[in-house]
Protein backbone atom coordinates (compact mmCIF):
# COMPACT_ATOMS: atom_id res chain seq x y z
CA UNK A 1 0.00 0.00 0.00
CA UNK A 2 2.79 2.49 0.95
CA UNK A 3 4.41 2.51 -2.85
CA UNK A 4 0.70 2.35 -4.18
CA UNK A 5 0.43 5.79 -2.20
CA UNK A 6 3.84 6.98 -2.61
CA UNK A 7 3.12 7.24 -6.27
CA UNK A 8 0.19 10.00 -5.61
CA UNK A 9 2.33 12.06 -4.04
CA UNK A 10 3.98 13.68 -7.44
CA UNK A 11 1.64 15.65 -9.92
CA UNK A 12 -0.38 13.90 -12.33
CA UNK A 13 -0.31 14.33 -15.98
CA UNK A 14 -2.88 16.11 -18.00
CA UNK A 15 -5.85 13.85 -17.99
CA UNK A 16 -4.44 10.47 -16.24
CA UNK A 17 -7.79 8.70 -16.07
CA UNK A 18 -9.51 8.34 -12.38
CA UNK A 19 -9.02 4.07 -11.01
CA UNK A 20 -12.87 4.00 -11.00
CA UNK A 21 -15.99 5.45 -11.97
CA UNK A 22 -17.46 8.58 -10.45
CA UNK A 23 -21.05 9.69 -11.70
CA UNK A 24 -21.67 5.73 -11.95
CA UNK A 25 -20.04 4.50 -8.95
CA UNK A 26 -22.55 2.70 -6.81
CA UNK A 27 -22.11 4.54 -3.90
CA UNK A 28 -21.20 7.71 -4.80
CA UNK A 29 -24.40 7.58 -7.10
CA UNK A 30 -26.51 7.11 -4.09
CA UNK A 31 -24.64 10.96 -2.08
CA UNK A 32 -25.02 12.05 -5.71
CA UNK A 33 -29.07 11.27 -5.70
CA UNK A 34 -29.64 12.84 -2.15
CA UNK A 35 -27.53 16.00 -3.18
CA UNK A 36 -29.83 16.53 -6.24
CA UNK A 37 -33.00 16.07 -4.56
CA UNK A 38 -31.75 18.19 -1.61
CA UNK A 39 -33.92 21.91 -2.97
CA UNK A 40 -31.69 23.98 -0.99
CA UNK A 41 -28.45 22.29 -1.36
CA UNK A 42 -26.17 23.74 -4.67
CA UNK A 43 -24.07 20.58 -4.87
CA UNK A 44 -25.06 18.19 -7.94
CA UNK A 45 -27.94 20.46 -9.01
CA UNK A 46 -28.86 24.17 -8.14
CA UNK A 47 -30.95 25.09 -5.40
CA UNK A 48 -34.67 24.16 -6.59
CA UNK A 49 -36.03 27.35 -6.67
CA UNK A 50 -33.41 28.25 -9.57
CA UNK A 51 -34.46 25.44 -11.37
CA UNK A 52 -38.07 26.83 -11.86
CA UNK A 53 -36.33 30.60 -12.91
CA UNK A 54 -34.21 28.82 -15.73
CA UNK A 55 -37.19 26.79 -16.70
CA UNK A 56 -39.10 29.88 -16.80
CA UNK A 57 -36.43 31.98 -18.42
CA UNK A 58 -35.62 29.11 -21.40
CA UNK A 59 -39.73 28.80 -21.73
CA UNK A 60 -39.71 32.45 -22.37
CA UNK A 61 -36.57 32.64 -24.82
CA UNK A 62 -37.75 29.76 -26.59
CA UNK A 63 -41.46 28.42 -25.88
CA UNK A 64 -42.73 25.06 -25.99
CA UNK A 65 -44.84 26.18 -29.30
CA UNK A 66 -41.88 26.82 -31.60
CA UNK A 67 -39.51 25.13 -29.93
CA UNK A 68 -40.96 21.50 -28.75
CA UNK A 69 -38.00 19.28 -29.03
CA UNK A 70 -36.05 19.70 -25.98
CA UNK A 71 -32.46 17.19 -24.85
CA UNK A 72 -31.29 17.51 -21.82
CA UNK A 73 -27.71 16.46 -21.92
CA UNK A 74 -26.44 15.37 -18.15
CA UNK A 75 -30.12 15.25 -17.47
CA UNK A 76 -29.44 13.90 -13.58
CA UNK A 77 -32.70 12.39 -11.82
CA UNK A 78 -34.36 14.75 -14.25
CA UNK A 79 -34.74 17.25 -12.38
CA UNK A 80 -35.10 19.51 -15.24
CA UNK A 81 -36.54 17.12 -17.33
CA UNK A 82 -39.45 17.04 -15.74
CA UNK A 83 -39.95 20.65 -15.42
CA UNK A 84 -39.42 21.08 -19.26
CA UNK A 85 -41.92 18.47 -19.31
CA UNK A 86 -44.68 19.88 -17.02
CA UNK A 87 -43.50 23.55 -19.59
CA UNK A 88 -45.09 21.68 -22.74
CA UNK A 89 -42.05 20.77 -23.78
CA UNK A 90 -41.42 17.20 -25.30
CA UNK A 91 -38.09 15.86 -23.64
CA UNK A 92 -35.24 13.56 -23.70
CA UNK A 93 -32.63 13.13 -21.45
CA UNK A 94 -29.26 11.48 -21.42
CA UNK A 95 -27.36 10.73 -18.55
CA UNK A 96 -24.35 8.04 -17.99
CA UNK A 97 -25.66 7.65 -13.73
CA UNK A 98 -27.48 3.85 -13.85
CA UNK A 99 -29.29 5.61 -10.32
CA UNK A 100 -30.06 8.97 -11.86
CA UNK A 101 -31.45 7.43 -15.20
CA UNK A 102 -33.45 5.03 -12.95
CA UNK A 103 -34.78 7.40 -10.40
CA UNK A 104 -36.05 9.71 -13.52
CA UNK A 105 -38.07 6.88 -15.34
CA UNK A 106 -39.43 6.12 -11.92
CA UNK A 107 -40.78 9.76 -11.77
CA UNK A 108 -42.21 9.74 -15.11
CA UNK A 109 -44.37 6.67 -13.82
CA UNK A 110 -45.37 8.42 -10.82
CA UNK A 111 -45.72 11.87 -12.73
CA UNK A 112 -47.64 10.43 -15.89
CA UNK A 113 -45.18 12.64 -17.73
CA UNK A 114 -43.90 11.17 -21.29
CA UNK A 115 -40.54 11.77 -20.89
CA UNK A 116 -37.86 9.43 -22.83
CA UNK A 117 -34.62 8.74 -20.86
CA UNK A 118 -31.42 6.79 -22.32
CA UNK A 119 -28.40 5.81 -19.83
CA UNK A 120 -25.74 6.86 -22.35
CA UNK A 121 -22.49 8.92 -22.43
CA UNK A 122 -23.47 12.17 -24.19
CA UNK A 123 -20.43 12.02 -26.24
CA UNK A 124 -21.70 9.46 -28.01
CA UNK A 125 -24.93 10.59 -29.23
CA UNK A 126 -25.92 10.64 -33.15
CA UNK A 127 -29.00 12.65 -33.21
CA UNK A 128 -29.39 14.43 -36.28
CA UNK A 129 -31.67 17.39 -37.14
CA UNK A 130 -33.93 16.29 -34.51
CA UNK A 131 -34.16 18.93 -31.46
CA UNK A 132 -34.98 21.91 -31.29
CA UNK A 133 -32.87 22.94 -28.10
CA UNK A 134 -30.67 20.83 -26.39
CA UNK A 135 -29.48 22.37 -22.95
CA UNK A 136 -26.43 21.22 -20.41
CA UNK A 137 -26.71 22.65 -17.24
CA UNK A 138 -24.54 23.21 -14.43
CA UNK A 139 -21.27 23.60 -15.82
CA UNK A 140 -20.86 20.37 -17.02
CA UNK A 141 -19.30 21.75 -20.44
CA UNK A 142 -16.13 22.81 -18.63
CA UNK A 143 -14.93 19.36 -17.25
CA UNK A 144 -14.65 17.91 -20.49
CA UNK A 145 -10.97 18.61 -22.48
CA UNK A 146 -10.72 20.79 -25.82
CA UNK A 147 -10.73 17.60 -27.92
CA UNK A 148 -14.17 16.20 -26.11
CA UNK A 149 -15.49 19.79 -26.55
CA UNK A 150 -15.45 19.96 -30.11
CA UNK A 151 -16.82 16.35 -30.06
CA UNK A 152 -19.75 17.21 -28.16
CA UNK A 153 -20.39 20.79 -30.04
CA UNK A 154 -20.25 18.81 -33.53
CA UNK A 155 -22.27 16.58 -32.51
CA UNK A 156 -24.56 18.96 -30.72
CA UNK A 157 -24.57 20.96 -33.87
CA UNK A 158 -25.74 18.07 -35.90
CA UNK A 159 -28.39 17.11 -33.18
CA UNK A 160 -29.78 20.54 -33.66
CA UNK A 161 -32.89 21.49 -36.28
CA UNK A 162 -32.44 24.91 -38.47
CA UNK A 163 -33.15 27.29 -35.79
CA UNK A 164 -32.21 24.96 -32.76
CA UNK A 165 -30.72 26.52 -29.73
CA UNK A 166 -27.87 25.05 -27.95
CA UNK A 167 -28.26 26.39 -24.06
CA UNK A 168 -25.79 25.92 -20.96
CA UNK A 169 -23.76 27.43 -18.88
CA UNK A 170 -20.07 27.34 -17.41
CA UNK A 171 -17.42 28.69 -14.80
CA UNK A 172 -15.90 32.00 -14.98
CA UNK A 173 -12.04 31.62 -14.29
CA UNK A 174 -13.46 33.68 -10.95
CA UNK A 175 -14.26 30.19 -9.89
CA UNK A 176 -10.29 28.71 -10.59
CA UNK A 177 -9.05 27.41 -6.66
CA UNK A 178 -5.70 27.83 -5.32
CA UNK A 179 -3.47 25.09 -5.45
CA UNK A 180 -3.94 23.03 -2.19
CA UNK A 181 -2.94 19.42 -0.60
CA UNK A 182 -5.46 18.37 2.46
CA UNK A 183 -6.95 15.55 3.92
CA UNK A 184 -9.94 14.23 6.02
CA UNK A 185 -10.47 10.95 7.92
CA UNK A 186 -14.34 9.56 7.56
CA UNK A 187 -14.92 7.41 10.32
CA UNK A 188 -18.25 6.28 9.73
CA UNK A 189 -17.67 6.07 5.41
CA UNK A 190 -18.90 9.36 3.25
CA UNK A 191 -19.46 10.81 -0.05
CA UNK A 192 -16.62 8.12 -1.40
CA UNK A 193 -16.85 4.88 0.73
CA UNK A 194 -19.57 3.61 3.37
CA UNK A 195 -16.53 2.29 5.08
CA UNK A 196 -14.10 4.52 7.01
CA UNK A 197 -11.44 5.89 4.92
CA UNK A 198 -8.75 8.64 4.83
CA UNK A 199 -9.23 11.31 1.96
CA UNK A 200 -6.31 13.09 1.09
CA UNK A 201 -7.57 16.29 -1.37
CA UNK A 202 -5.31 17.96 -3.69
CA UNK A 203 -6.33 21.00 -6.27
CA UNK A 204 -3.76 21.17 -9.32
CA UNK A 205 -3.32 24.12 -12.01
CA UNK A 206 -1.99 23.39 -14.79
CA UNK A 207 -0.21 25.63 -17.64
CA UNK A 208 -1.73 23.92 -21.00
CA UNK A 209 -3.51 26.46 -23.25
CA UNK A 210 -6.46 24.97 -21.57
CA UNK A 211 -5.72 26.16 -18.42
CA UNK A 212 -6.50 23.38 -16.77
CA UNK A 213 -7.43 22.37 -13.39
CA UNK A 214 -7.77 19.59 -11.33
CA UNK A 215 -9.26 18.28 -8.09
CA UNK A 216 -8.07 15.12 -7.05
CA UNK A 217 -9.14 12.51 -4.24
CA UNK A 218 -6.96 9.55 -3.29
CA UNK A 219 -9.28 7.39 -0.94
CA UNK A 220 -7.72 5.13 1.35
CA UNK A 221 -9.99 2.64 3.03
CA UNK A 222 -8.29 -0.81 5.18
CA UNK A 223 -8.06 -2.57 1.72
CA UNK A 224 -7.76 0.01 -1.23
CA UNK A 225 -6.49 3.15 -2.29
CA UNK A 226 -8.79 4.42 -5.15
CA UNK A 227 -7.66 7.94 -6.83
CA UNK A 228 -10.75 10.39 -8.37
CA UNK A 229 -9.30 12.88 -10.60
CA UNK A 230 -12.41 15.68 -11.76
CA UNK A 231 -10.97 18.04 -14.03
CA UNK A 232 -12.03 21.58 -14.90
CA UNK A 233 -11.90 24.32 -16.78
CA UNK A 234 -12.85 28.34 -16.93
CA UNK A 235 -14.40 30.37 -19.37
CA UNK A 236 -14.72 34.11 -20.28
CA UNK A 237 -17.53 34.96 -23.14
CA UNK A 238 -14.37 35.47 -25.55
CA UNK A 239 -13.19 31.68 -25.22
CA UNK A 240 -16.28 30.44 -25.47
CA UNK A 241 -16.73 32.40 -29.00
CA UNK A 242 -13.30 31.35 -30.28
CA UNK A 243 -14.02 27.68 -29.33
CA UNK A 244 -17.54 27.48 -30.97
CA UNK A 245 -16.69 29.71 -34.09
CA UNK A 246 -15.74 27.15 -36.45
CA UNK A 247 -18.81 24.91 -35.86
CA UNK A 248 -21.06 26.89 -37.83
CA UNK A 249 -24.07 28.39 -35.15
CA UNK A 250 -25.45 31.83 -36.76
CA UNK A 251 -26.02 33.61 -33.50
CA UNK A 252 -24.58 34.05 -29.98
CA UNK A 253 -25.88 35.36 -26.98
CA UNK A 254 -24.49 35.31 -23.48
CA UNK A 255 -26.07 35.77 -20.36
CA UNK A 256 -24.72 35.65 -16.84
CA UNK A 257 -26.49 32.39 -15.76
CA UNK A 258 -28.60 29.73 -16.68
CA UNK A 259 -32.25 31.82 -15.74
CA UNK A 260 -31.46 34.82 -17.80
CA UNK A 261 -29.32 37.18 -15.67
CA UNK A 262 -27.93 40.08 -17.67
CA UNK A 263 -24.16 39.14 -18.63
CA UNK A 264 -21.17 41.21 -16.82
CA UNK A 265 -17.85 40.56 -16.61
CA UNK A 266 -17.49 39.76 -12.92
CA UNK A 267 -19.78 37.04 -12.70
CA UNK A 268 -18.98 33.65 -11.58
CA UNK A 269 -21.37 31.80 -14.21
CA UNK A 270 -21.70 32.97 -18.19
CA UNK A 271 -24.89 31.12 -19.94
CA UNK A 272 -24.43 30.33 -23.87
CA UNK A 273 -26.94 30.52 -25.85
CA UNK A 274 -25.81 29.98 -29.78
CA UNK A 275 -28.85 28.82 -32.35
CA UNK A 276 -27.98 26.84 -35.31
C1 LIG B 1 -23.46 18.38 -12.09
S1 LIG B 1 -24.64 17.12 -12.52
C2 LIG B 1 -25.88 18.14 -13.26
C3 LIG B 1 -27.18 17.42 -13.48
C4 LIG B 1 -28.30 18.28 -14.11
N1 LIG B 1 -27.91 18.84 -15.39
C5 LIG B 1 -28.73 19.37 -13.17
O1 LIG B 1 -28.25 20.51 -13.31
O2 LIG B 1 -29.54 19.08 -12.29
C6 LIG B 1 -23.84 16.40 -13.96
C7 LIG B 1 -24.57 15.22 -14.55
O3 LIG B 1 -23.97 14.92 -15.81
C8 LIG B 1 -23.79 13.51 -15.92
N2 LIG B 1 -22.67 13.31 -16.85
C9 LIG B 1 -21.38 13.75 -16.70
N3 LIG B 1 -20.67 13.42 -17.79
C10 LIG B 1 -21.50 12.74 -18.62
C11 LIG B 1 -21.33 12.13 -19.90
N4 LIG B 1 -20.16 12.14 -20.53
N5 LIG B 1 -22.41 11.53 -20.47
C12 LIG B 1 -23.63 11.50 -19.83
N6 LIG B 1 -23.83 12.06 -18.61
C13 LIG B 1 -22.79 12.67 -18.03
C14 LIG B 1 -23.57 13.02 -14.51
O4 LIG B 1 -23.90 11.68 -14.36
C15 LIG B 1 -24.49 13.95 -13.72
O5 LIG B 1 -25.78 13.41 -13.60
Given at each position: MFNELKKYTKKPK??????NKFWDDEHISKGMLSAHL??????????HEFLGRSVNWISEIAPSSQYKLLLDL?????LYAERFSSAGYSVTGVDFSKRSILYAKEQTVLNKSNIEYHYQNYLTIDYKEQFDIITLI????????IKDRLILLRKVYQALKPKGKFIFDVFTPLMRKDESCSWEYCSEGGFFSEKQYICLESVYQYDDEDNTELRQAIVITEETVNCYNIWDHFFTKEVLLSEI?????NSFEFYG?????EFSDTGETICGVFTK
Open positions: LYDPSTNPNWDAATRKGCGPGYCDYAALSQNIGFDIAGK
